[in-house]
């Protein structure tokens, strides 16, 4: 039966949303929250953010959305449904779309962390299309690595799930067998990046810095470094290289931290969280 709780009166679309795509966000939190906060930085898009309770919920409302804590009434109109809730809830929430809500002819797109493809082909039954994508949280910013795998799509609409998702970052379309891996590159390493960065700030305290400064030098080095990489051709060892002289400061750094394990460190990790 459809979530029974009354839900919040939509507001009027923002400026720009008429006439686009509508798209429903199942699920407030952090991932479904990110991806919210980024599609409505933009024109052309009707947003519906759905959540079981409404508190979540006014920070979009706000924000120019139209919210409910129904999901039914969220996945009624819109042609592209983002399910972004607890990977425990997904058969719940998905059972419930299929008894009460015509999913053919509409997209669905699942965020929820290890469902498998064939899962929720069995669970939402015929009738819509079906592709997993795994963001992280950087899409807020515009600036995630998000990887999208076709479950059950066709070629026309993996390729505008690629682009919606491109508008919010960079996408990579992959099969299924990679998700796990992707995972801990690009979902689990924002929070190695910044492990990193936090590393770097107090080693920036010791040297003499104060905390907020240390940390805006070690981002702005950071941005430095993805700049070179963006370049065609570009490749991290020839950069490094670049600044490693013979004898110099840099070479006895990277020493030091592979004396104390540092490639194989963010190795062993990455294959812990695979």
Known sequence: MPNSQIHLTPLPAREGQGGGSSI?????????????????RMDGYKITVSNRTEGKLQRFAAAGASVTTDNCV????ADL?????????????????????????????????????????????????ILTAIPNTAIANLASMTFVVPVRADKETTEKIKALFDTMGQTL????????AATALA???????????????????QLGFRAAEA?????????????????????????????TTPGGLTIRGLNAM???????????????SK
């Not at 966000?25 to 409505?40: T, V």
């Not at 969220?74 to 109109?77: G, N």
């Not at 379309?173 to 796990?180: G, I, K, M």
């Not at 592979?258 to 812990?272: C, K, M, S, W, Y």
């Open 24 to 40: 429903a966000i199942i699920g407030a939190g952090n991932m479904g929250g990110a991806i919210a906060e980024a599609l409505l």
């Open 74 to 77: 969220a996945a009624k109109d």
């Open 81 to 129: 449904i983002i399910l972004a809730v607890k990977p425990w809830l997904v058969e719940d929430v998905l059972s419930e779309l299929k008894a009460n809500v015509q999913l053919a002819g509409k997209t669905l797109v699942s965020v929820a962390a290890a469902t498998r493809g064939e899962q929720l082909c069995q669970w939402v039954g015929e009738g819509p299309q």
């Open 173 to 180: 379309v992959t099969d299924e067998a990679h998700l796990p």
């Open 187 to 205: 979902s689990c390493g924002i929070a190695y990046a910044l492990r990193y960065v936090r590393a770097a700030t107090e080693g920036g305290v």
């Open 215 to 243: 940390q805006d030098i070690v981002a702005q080095t950071l941005r430095g470094a993805v700049s070179l990489l963006e370049k065609e051709g570009a490749h991290a060892e020839a950069e490094i290289d670049k600044v």
């Open 258 to 272: 592979e004396e104390a394990g540092f490639t194989n460190a963010v190795i062993q990790g990455l294959l812990a």
